[in-house]
Nanobody, 125 residues
Framework: QVQLVESGGGLVQAGGSLRLSCAASGRTFSTYVMGWFRQAPGKEREFVAG????????SYADSVKGRFTISRDNAKNTVYLQMNSLKPEDTAVYYC??????????????????WGQGTQVTVSS
């Protein structure tokens, strides 16, 4: 079992940046593939980015490629999402998730075992 707590959300103007953090506790953090998802009002939860157990492999949704960067620090049990050039359409609740069974990140939310409570990101135009 692992507990996930996101932080770093807030209100930012279009073109600005935010850095989200997700702190994990419980089981050994380095045994989990980690992902970031987001959910806007009235929409399905969607994949944003994922990172392998070691951090050597990453995956991104097309909508955020070149603007967002996922990273992890296994010594600090934390995964990050650096978000640059933010757009109003990035407004959503952002969730981190942990996948215990795979070694590479997947965009399929069903395959993630644990979820955080989410942090709100609002981008004003």
């Amino acid at each position: 079992q692992v507990q996930l707590v996101e932080s770093g959300g807030g209100l930012v103007q279009a073109g600005g940046s935010l850095r989200l953090s997700c702190a994990a506790s419980g089981r050994t953090f380095s045994t989990y593939v980690m992902g970031w998802f987001r959910q806007a009002p009235g929409k399905e939860r969607e994949f944003v980015a994922g990172i392998s157990r070691s951090g050597g492999s990453t995956s991104y949704a097309d909508s955020v490629k070149g603007r967002f960067t996922i990273s992890r620090d296994n010594a600090k049990n934390t995964v990050y999402l650096q978000m640059n050039s933010l757009k109003p359409e990035d407004t959503a609740v952002y969730y981190c998730a942990a996948d215990y069974h795979r070694t590479s990140p997947t965009g399929n939310k069903i395959q993630y075992d644990y979820w955080g409570q989410g942090t709100q990101v609002t981008v004003s135009s």
